[in-house]
């Protein structure tokens, strides 16, 4: 929840924080996007736990992390304000695999997916918790309070993560190297068709995150009260999806919770064009959509941790990969779609949800 609060929060303040710096919106929000590109090289850092252990890599994350945070509170300028936005991304990059790879170690699969939901509730608390605090701490004590207080935060959660998780043993004498566990995972089918889902799942998000604004902007003229309220709805319907997942995906068995996931979004996807027309069906759409695309996101992955076990950080790594990708492919044809109206995005993050379940037929998966 801490690494996940600097991340989200960025987004509603960034207004204060260009004013707080004296910069224009323009120059942080390119920041913003350069950010964004870490995510497609940190395969190359989070794989590093498959090879020098969940530990090691773990720690150096949130070392990372604190240490961007610490540049702003000592360096509060813009070009130091760029490097720690990346440092802080990369620190959350190398954070994120190894936990799942240290719990995918530990758990059975069985129980997997409910261990790895609470993890994730982490990213949605992050947005009804972290940043509200965050908000309260900018209003009392300035733009860098924020930073002050995660930066401290960071310490805690290194010294506590040092001394309550264990030493990694590797058994073997030879440890297979970064490039090799990458090797393995992209030579392996079943591995590609499951960082397919993760890709065509986030874009099939995208194309309605990028234009929901717009459209319930010029469609009710609510601009202010409307983005307040689908904010509320956003951080809900993600505590609710990884709340879902907790409860169900164990039960169901990870490959039919992610099929009832994409249909449940496809569905929801219906609900734009034809009861969007008022702003309670609106809304609703938006819950439900955001909602089991949650489920979806967070469900795929126990079934991940599982496909290439020898190189659990490694694929976990690239997962993360594969949402960038989907993110930046939804963002590239949003706006073109959107020109055409809701339907044509709606009926678009249909056939990507589709491409997505079909990538789910080629994956294999044991325990379900």
Same mark, same amino acid.
């Given at each position: *929840? ?55 890599? *773990? ?8 240490? +961007? ?40 699969? #069985? ?14 608390? #992050? ?23 995660? *930066? ?84 809900? #319907? ?37 009861? +969007? ?7 609703? +759409? ?44 939804? #963002? ?37």
């Amino acid at each position: *929840m801490v690494v996940n609060t600097l991340y989200r929060m960025v987004y509603p303040f960034l207004a204060v924080f260009s004013r707080g710096m004296g910069v224009d919106l323009i120059v942080l929000s390119r920041l913003l996007a350069t950010r964004s590109l870490v995510g497609m090289i940190g395969p190359l850092f989070a794989a590093i736990a498959d090879s020098r252990g969940r530990k090691l890599a *773990m720690v150096l994350g949130l070392g990372l992390f604190t240490l +961007g945070t610490a540049l702003v509170v000592f360096w509060p300028t813009v070009p130091i304000f760029a490097a720690a936005l990346m440092l802080t991304m990369l620190g959350k990059l190398m954070f994120d695999p190894p936990m799942q790879a240290y719990i995918g170690d530990r758990v059975p699969y #069985a129980r997997r997916g409910r261990v790895l939901a609470v993890t994730e509730l982490g990213w949605s608390l #992050a947005f009804i918790i972290g940043v509200p605090l965050m908000g309260f701490l900018i209003s009392r004590w300035g733009w860098m309070s924020p930073f002050w207080a995660l *930066m401290l935060l960071g310490i805690i959660c290194i010294i506590l993560l040092y001394w309550m998780i264990p030493k990694d043993s590797f058994a073997g004498e030879q440890v297979p190297s970064v490039f090799s566990n990458i090797r393995k995972v992209l030579c392996f089918s079943p591995a590609i068709a499951g960082l397919a889902i993760g890709m065509f799942s986030s874009a099939a998000n995208e194309v309605i995150n990028l234009v929901f604004g717009v459209w319930m902007e010029t469609s009710f003229g609510l601009q202010i009260a409307a983005l307040g309220a689908t904010a509320a709805v956003i951080g809900f #319907a993600e505590l609710s999806g990884e709340s879902l997942v907790g409860l169900f995906v164990d039960r169901l068995g990870k490959p039919r919770a992610i099929t009832f996931g994409l249909l449940t979004n496809c569905l929801s996807a219906l609900i734009f064009p034809s009861f +969007g027309q008022t702003l309670p069906g609106a809304v609703l +759409g938006l819950f439900l959509f955001y909602l089991s695309f949650e489920f979806t996101l967070v469900s795929t992955i126990p079934m991940m941790t599982e496909i290439v076990p020898t190189a659990r950080a490694t694929i976990m790594a690239m997962n993360i990969t594969a949402l960038s990708l989907g993110r930046a492919l939804g #963002a590239f044809v949003a706006p073109t779609l959107f020109a055409w109206g809701m339907g044509t995005s709606a009926a678009a993050a249909i056939v990507l949800n589709l491409l997505a379940l079909i990538s789910l037929r080629w994956v294999r998966y044991q325990g379900d």
